[in-house]
T-cell receptor
Framework: SQTIHQWPATLVQPVGSPLSLECTVE??????LYWYRQAAGRGLQLLFY??????ISSEVPQNLSASRPQDRQFILSSKKLLLSDSGFYLC??????????????FGPGTRLTVL | TQLLEQSPQFLSIQEGENLTVYCNSS?????LQWYRQEPGEGPVLLVT?????EVKKLKRLTFQFGDARKDSSLHITAAQPGDTGLYLC?????????????FGTGTQLKVEL
């Protein structure tokens, strides 16, 4: 079966510091991978998605970047954090098999607080 | 840009009551998912509907996809405290959506004893 991991679970960082959040998927090959940010009690905002190694699509201009150095690894980064980067970050995967129903499966999330 | 509006935004009810959550859009979706999310955790997939007019049941939860595939509803019968959580709908656009889902605005449900 497939599993998705995110770490760290929580992170408190000062403004201006760098960021690296990691997401890995097990039990599947060539998944589509996604990074979302969620405000408290609200829907999900898509930040980045990737359909393959080195292929990154950015959905919103922002202070963040993403990379996919390996097939099942997705990394969210920032060189200098802003207060507005605080939030709950979720990684998700879906199969790249044709005729699938776009179902995405989520990791446990990372709570980021920028002070 | 596809938008999915959910209503109500908040719902607080007593155990045993019934409720319905709505998910509406002006866009047509090839499929629509419902997720439930508990505080501090990732959303968990409940169901996927793909055919206009489709109805799916998951124990006390009934999901319906609109005939035109633009809207959906989630009905919970005899709600229990374990149903408490954030309910999210998400749709895959028929055209232009690529590999992405559009998520609804969310419905926060609280079921009290």
């Amino acid at each position: 079966s497939q599993t998705i991991h995110q770490w760290p679970a929580t992170l408190v960082q000062p403004v201006g510091s760098p960021l690296s959040l990691e997401c890995t998927v097990e039990g599947t090959s060539n998944p589509n991978l996604y990074w979302y940010r969620q405000a408290a009690g609200r829907g999900l905002q898509l930040l980045f998605y990737s359909v393959g190694i080195g292929q990154i699509s950015s959905e919103v201009p922002q202070n963040l970047s993403a990379s996919r150095p390996q097939d099942r690894q997705f990394i969210l980064s920032s060189k200098k954090l802003l207060l507005s980067d605080s939030g709950f970050y979720l990684c998700a995967w879906r199969t790249s098999m044709p005729f699938s129903y776009n179902e995405q499966f989520f990791g446990p999330g990372t709570r980021l607080t920028v002070l | 840009t596809q938008l999915l509006e959910q209503s109500p935004q908040f719902l607080s009810i007593q155990e045993g009551e019934n409720l319905t959550v709505y998910c509406n859009s002006s866009s047509v979706f090839s499929s629509l998912q419902w997720y439930r999310q508990e505080p501090g955790e990732g959303p968990v997939l409940l169901v996927t509907v793909v055919t206009g007019g489709e109805v799916k049941k998951l124990k006390r939860l009934t999901f319906q996809f609109g005939d035109a595939r633009k809207d959906s509803s989630l009905h919970i019968t005899a709600a229990q405290p374990g149903d408490t959580g954030l309910y999210l709908c998400a749709g895959a656009a028929v055209t232009g959506g690529g590999n992405k889902l559009t998520f609804g605005t969310g419905t926060q449900l609280k079921v009290e004893l």
